[in-house]
Every structure is written in structure tokens, then in C-alpha cells.
């Protein structure tokens, strides 16, 4: 049996539009300047804290920032942030296939757990892992490797699906397959510079993405 593990932002969900503007909203009350879309895509994918690292510059108190943008994007989570076009529908086969899922994710467990459940609410995700205390983030496999023994299947059995470098990166280490998205927040360049052993194009491809272990 294979099972199919998602990163969330920039691979189910296109979350771009609500982090910004929590970001900018939160700039704003210290005094910052915003960053336009194309800036902040740039900043997403290693966890709240290093996004706003990379967004004040050097010119603010991150944790100032860190906090404002918390309590923002807590209350605006779900504005414009919505699936990508034919993921539902991909999710909706796998599921209808019998293959295990999980989302993993450095975004906060509970917004974790809360975006995955209003998106994508019929589908059976045997486990849903943001960021906590007691485990490393990606590009460590930690997570990773948690979410493969919630769904009782072998790291080797699994396929990772992400948009970002560090995605890639913590599949390698946790022994599964890599595969990229072509339509996240990162390039099909990066992507497989850090090792995707593929990078789908559409969403479309996500249906078969559950053999994927038999070819490697």
C-alpha cells in the first residue's frame, strides 16, 4: 500500500492573498512598509516566525511583529484562501481509491487543522500535523515520519507532495518520494534542484500520484 502525504500552503491551498494581508496589517502597526504579492511569496515556507524575519528586514522587533501578525491572521484566516482548481476533485479520487492521506505543514497545528477542515471537509485525511513544540519543522523529517505511522505505512511506502525546496528536502530525509507542485510558491526549478523526483504540473496529476511508490 502507498499513501500520499500534502504540504498545505502552496500545494492544497492557495493561501497567498490572506498571509499577506495579515502581513502587511501587521507591518503597518509598527510603522513598516508592506511587500506586494510576488515579495511575500518569496518569504512563505519556513514558518511564521522566518517569514516575518525576512519581511521586517532587520528594521523591527520580530517578535513585535510575530505577534501582531498571529492574532491578524488568527481572526482573517479564511478570507480569500481557497483550493487550488482541481485539487478537490484529485483528493476526491485518491480518497475514492483507498489511499491513505495526511496533511503536514509548518503553519501553526491549529490553523493547520482549521484550514484543512473548511476546504476540504469529505475528505478522510488519516492525519493532519502542523507545527508544534515537541517536533522539528520541515526540512527536518520528524513530521513527517509522524504522520507515516499515524497512517500505518512504511516512510518507503509514502510519496511527499510539496511546493518548496524544503519540502523536497524533508522527503529525501524521511526516505520517501518527492514531488513537487508546479503551481505553489516556489519555482519547478527549485523544486527540482533540491531533488524532486517529479514536478506536476496541474492538479489533475494528483490522481495518480498514489502509485508513485511502485516506480521508485
Same mark, same amino acid.
Given at each position: %500500500?502507498?499513501?500520499?502525504?500534502? @504540504?498545505? @500552503? $502552496? =500545494?492544497?491551498?492557495d493561501?497567498l492573498?490572506?498571509?499577506?494581508a495579515?502581513?502587511?496589517?501587521a507591518? !503597518?502597526?509598527? !510603522?513598516? +512598509?508592506?511587500?506586494?504579492?510576488?515579495?511575500?511569496?518569496g %518569504?512563505?515556507?519556513?514558518?511564521?516566525?522566518?517569514?516575518?524575519?525576512?519581511?521586517?528586514? /532587520?528594521?523591527?522587533?520580530?517578535?513585535?511583529?510575530?505577534?501582531?501578525?498571529?492574532?491578524?491572521? =488568527?481572526?482573517?484566516?479564511?478570507?480569500? =484562501?481557497?483550493?487550488?482548481?482541481?485539487? +478537490?476533485?484529485?483528493?476526491?479520487?485518491?480518497?475514492?481509491?483507498?489511499?491513505? %492521506?495526511? &496533511?503536514?505543514?509548518?503553519?501553526?497545528?491549529? *490553523?493547520?487543522?482549521?484550514?484543512?477542515?473548511?476546504?476540504?471537509?469529505?475528505?478522510?485525511? /488519516?492525519?493532519?500535523?502542523? @507545527?508544534?513544540?515537541?517536533?522539528?519543522?520541515?526540512?527536518?523529517?520528524? *513530521?513527517?515520519?509522524?504522520?507515516?505511522?499515524?497512517? !500505518? &505505512?512504511? +516512510?518507503?511506502?509514502?510519496?511527499?507532495?510539496?511546493?518548496?525546496?524544503?519540502?523536497?528536502?524533508?522527503?529525501?530525509?524521511? $526516505? *520517501?518520494?518527492?514531488?513537487?507542485?508546479?503551481? /505553489?510558491?516556489?519555482?519547478?526549478?527549485?523544486?527540482?534542484?533540491? /531533488?524532486?523526483?517529479?514536478?506536476?504540473?496541474?492538479?489533475?496529476?494528483?490522481?495518480?500520484?498514489?502509485?508513485? =511508490?511502485?516506480?521508485?
Amino acid at each position: %500500500m502507498s499513501a500520499v502525504l500534502f @504540504d498545505l @500552503d $502552496g =500545494t492544497l491551498a492557495d493561501t497567498l492573498a490572506d498571509i499577506a494581508a495579515a502581513l502587511n496589517a501587521a507591518l !503597518g502597526r509598527h !510603522g513598516l +512598509p508592506p511587500h506586494d504579492l510576488p515579495a511575500v511569496r518569496g %518569504m512563505i515556507g519556513d514558518g511564521a516566525r522566518t517569514l516575518v524575519t525576512r519581511a521586517v528586514r /532587520g528594521e523591527a522587533e520580530v517578535e513585535a511583529v510575530l505577534e501582531s501578525f498571529r492574532t491578524i491572521y =488568527t481572526a482573517d484566516l479564511i478570507v480569500a =484562501t481557497a483550493p487550488y482548481p482541481g485539487v +478537490p476533485a484529485a483528493l476526491a479520487a485518491l480518497a475514492g481509491a483507498g489511499v491513505p %492521506m495526511a &496533511v503536514v505543514s509548518n503553519k501553526p497545528h491549529a *490553523m493547520t487543522v482549521r484550514i484543512t477542515g473548511a476546504l476540504f471537509p469529505d475528505v478522510p485525511f /488519516g492525519c493532519v500535523l502542523g @507545527d508544534l513544540p515537541e517536533r522539528p519543522r520541515k526540512p527536518a523529517p520528524d *513530521m513527517l515520519l509522524y504522520a507515516a505511522a499515524q497512517l !500505518g &505505512v512504511a +516512510p518507503e511506502r509514502c510519496v511527499y507532495v510539496g511546493d518548496s525546496p524544503g519540502d523536497m528536502e524533508a522527503a529525501r530525509a524521511a $526516505g *520517501m518520494a518527492p514531488v513537487g507542485v508546479a503551481w /505553489g510558491f516556489r519555482s519547478a526549478e527549485s523544486l527540482r534542484a533540491a /531533488g524532486a523526483a517529479e514536478v506536476l504540473e496541474e492538479a489533475g496529476s494528483l490522481c495518480g500520484i498514489g502509485s508513485a =511508490t511502485a516506480r521508485r
